[in-house]
């Protein structure tokens, strides 16, 4: 009873004396420390830290220098990796970092996926030369209210003057922008800008010279001061009256009542009602402007605009009502996309979602390491501190890893895409089995803490090199595509992993001897015993099994499984820009901007050695007439601009010709433009009717129709006009816009575009193909597939290549990568029951998984060989591995699904392959290896030649246990020598 009572007594000190106590022993022993220090000793320890590092050289090699002073190593391990994370992006945004520019310098220019010289990109240069091809586009919505409505009309003219203030000027961000209230606005103004170009173009007839003193000029100038007193009347730049808004309208619907694709790529009736409730306003940026900068400015004035309280209405003479609304009040929104917003999207938001959810990697993969080593599985009882030690060692040196990778992209300012956020997960999730490789073997050794660590890298040093080493092998072979997103996966990952490799030997055995890791052996679960004797009994079977899925997956799959390049799917689908122009694309069938540069000179003074300009102009409408014959697809060249601008609005160009029909108008020219001017039309007279309705029937001048194209172009505004036309106007655009749909369909399309382009025209113009994001679409759809066989067939022939040399045998290579080759062939398989199409993302995953999966075989083909082969062998390293097999795919899944938070579309299917295929890849490698090893021993062929194999065979080959030599041991273990 006494010694209870004192046992008892001993449980109830109370928790803060203890702490004290605790305390206070550490105080003296800090304190006995500090008197006992001699300042000469620890001089003298410093200088001859030369020479006791060369001494541990020569005795025990580099393990020796590396675990030498283990605080120092990790300790300079961590203080590099906090200046990796500040270059990472992981504090971009936070207080720690707040500038606005992004640590990683992500490229999501549609052209980035290109290789150099490419068709495509080489004609999107050459437009470039003289048209921008940063285009954001503003969506608007007005369900109330149609969009032709004047009050509509206005408030999208004060948009594009808040952010175009200075028409045809090109000092501010705006080079031009494309809207119905412009159109509007162009025709409404064009009346004064033509009787002023007519004017002076005909004054300039009879001064060939430009002589400013000449008498017609002069007369110009007078009749010019005198008949523009009536210009207020005939119209200006601004939205006119209701009336005549519908007249401008009116002109832009073909004879049957169905709007002109110049109409329907600038608004659309969405839901048939016969109002128009959806518009556009085009806007092109300057490129030397930062589009992050340009995208914030318009953005800020729309929310600006929005909110601001103008008159509800206007009446006809111009005056506002009292009444104030808002865009809430006037029923409109108006959201800012195109492929400016997108790309932008993609740069600046990619990695900043990924670092939301990599820290729930970090702990899923946390979470699996400590249930798989404290014990739970192996034994029901909970080692917490053994688990954590394990967390620490594995997990500390990967998580780093990741950190050095990112940050040595961002501190390089290495110009990497979207495509490389999936470098992270990867990293994360393969980079900690090289760490538990060396705990594994650290915990069975024997002896001191120094010797067990020096014995663990000895025996696994190698191991995990070449581990390694086949790793990068499937990876770098995505550098050898000729598409940059692809390449820069390959390097980031082929990279991460040599930083993996490199830490893991820096950072292990260091944590492993501050830590003092002890796990005691466990036997193998009792479900690979019994998942073993399926190969073992029935390997034909299980062969033929393999063979039959993988027939069904080549034959079938493949068959099955199409190429399809979702441009918007690697954008993040929750951004507002992104969202929009989905619904542009439904509702405008556009979205994939393109353009078809003509060449030819329009000008009325192109070189009379070409074809005359009206024949080419009629020639760009031949064209633009066939290219809108193609399903969802519009086109809009010069011509819509001329058909839109009136000359008059009574049906009659008799007001202008009684302009013309003056004494002082030679005769000879009077005589010329009368078939032009002087007749009634039964419509509005269009420019383009009055240019060729004389050509139509017989009555041509080709003088007088250059000048009439002289006054045309002088009337536009130099805005308008450089939409379409280069300054020398010798080349030109036609603006060729479709929809988002699957790659099938817009390959079709581009194929009938470019078709077109080929035929001869009037004129004799030369077309160029179809440039601009469908036809980049197709360039790239038709490399992802030869980019897969190349890499693949690269990843596969080199590893093989790899383990023959280290093994010595190129036979036993060949068994040991099988698994991993019919892995990647069932991939076909598992995307075609998955619906997963091949893209930028999935064309990548055999690479991958070369680069994963040859890990899983090593586990049983090394081991098997160390044992000298036969059936036991294969028995026991297929049972002893199973778990490692198990830990391994459990913990990169457990890495790799925190992906599906990342809200891009491309990403998920690719995760979901990739873990799918991965559980396949351990399957193979302990049922299908197993199997082949069972069948090559019963045919008597032998799975390894070399010693071990004679050995055996003499019955002499049970070679020494080494105490239970690890499933990832050493491929060649040395008696003597070190880990390097």
Known sequence: MSDDSKSAGKKKIPLQNRLSSIVGHGQEKLTSRVKEWDARKAIDAVLDAPKSLQREWQKHGATGILTKFPIFVVAMCLLATTFFVYHSGFLDGTSLKDTDEPSLKVNGDLEVYLPSGSPVKETIKEVEQNWSTNV?????????????????????????????????????????????????????????????????????????????????????????????????????????SQQTINTIVNEMYEDDGTPSPGLDKLTRDTDGDGFLDRAVIIIAVDEEKSAKEVIEQTQQILNDISKEERACSWDSNGQPSPDLCTWDDLGISMTLTGPVPITNAVTEFSFKLFWQIFPMAVVLVAIGLFVFHSDVLQTGSWRPIQGFKVVVIAGLPTLCSVFWTLGMMGWTDYEVTMTVIIVGPILLALGVSYGLHITNRYAEETGSKDEKIRQSLSSTGRAVFLSAVTTVIGFISLTFTPMKPIETVGIALSGGIVIVYILTMLMVPNLTLLLDLRKPKHPPLPVFEKTVQIPIKFSKAVIAFFILMIFVSGYWGQANVEENIDLLGMAPEDEPSVVTMKQYSKDFNA????????????????????????????????????????????AVSIVFLMKSVGVGVNGSGAPIWDVLNQPFFPEDLRDAFEPYINRTYTEDLTYWELLTSPRANGTENENIERFLLNVFYESLTDETRGLFISDDYSRNLIYVDMPFVPVAETSKAVTLVNEYTSRDYEGNIHAEDLTGVAAVAIAVNELIVGSQWSSLGFAVILTIMTLAIVFKDIRFSLWTTAPVIATVALQWLVMWRMDVSLSLVTVMIGSILVGVGVDFSIHIANRIRELGGGIEAIRTSTVSTGMSLFEAATVTTLGMVTAYQIPIPEIKPFITVIIILLWIAAASALILLPAIFVLLDELGIGSTGGSSSMARKLGLGKISNRGDIDAMDATLIPDYGDAW
């Not at 032709?148 to 501010?172: A, C, F, G």
């Open 591 to 634: 979205g994939q901007v393109g353009m078809i540069l003509v060449h030819g000179d329009i000008s009325g003074d192109a070189p009379i050695t070409e074809a005359e300009p009206v024949e080419k102009l009629l020639g760009i409408s031949a064209l633009e007439d066939e290219l809108n014959t193609i399903d969802q697809t519009t």
């Open 136 to 240: 954001m586009i503003i969506y608007i919505d007005s369900p109330d209210k149609p969009i032709d409505d004047r009050r509509i009309l206005q408030e999208m003219s004060y948009v594009e003057k808040k952010l175009n203030p200075r028409i045809s000027d090109p000092t501010d961000d705006v080079i031009y922008a494309l809207s119905l209230s412009t159109v509007v606005k162009e025709v409404n103004s064009s009346a004064p800008r033509l009787r002023e170009a007519l004017i002076y173009q005909l004054a300039a007839e009879g001064c060939p010279d430009n002589d400013p003193d000449c008498a017609a000029l002069v007369a110009a100038g007078w009749i010019d001061d005198i008949t523009s007193n009536g210009d207020p009347i005939l119209g200006n730049y601004s939205i006119p």
